[in-house]
């Protein structure tokens, strides 16, 4: 069973950084495509980075500069480190993976950014 838990949300002030979590189960996260997604009120979900088990990450328009994801073998987490953060950044953040033409999501953290 696949299970992605995210963590590392929270509220911070437009300038500031956060470090978001994604521990993995059931999923080894270096040979499998792991992405960050976020879905913020109103809108549809977004890519925001993805890094594939092999080559570089890739990372939106919208978060590229600012966001670096990675991943920690030992952990089985990929991690995904958000700096000069953006009140449009504001949005819940979802892990994501995709096995065997199936799609694993996880419960999602919210990152807030305002003063």
């Known amino acids: 069973q696949v299970q992605l838990v995210e963590s590392g949300g929270g509220l911070v002030q437009p300038g500031g950084s956060l470090r978001l979590s994604c521990a993995a189960s059931g999923i080894i996260v270096s040979i499998y495509t792991m992405n960050w997604y976020r879905q913020a009120p109103g809108k549809q979900r977004e890519l925001v980075a993805t890094i594939p088990s092999l080559g570089n990450p890739n990372y939106a328009d919208s978060s590229k500069g600012r966001f670096t994801i990675s991943r920690d073998n030992a952990k089985n987490t990929v991690y995904l480190q958000m700096s000069s953060l953006k009140p449009e950044d504001t949005a819940v953040y979802y892990c994501?993976?995709?096995?065997?033409?199936?799609?694993?999501w996880g419960q999602g953290t919210q990152v807030t950014v305002s003063s």
């Open positions: 994501h993976t995709n096995r065997r033409n199936r799609d694993y």
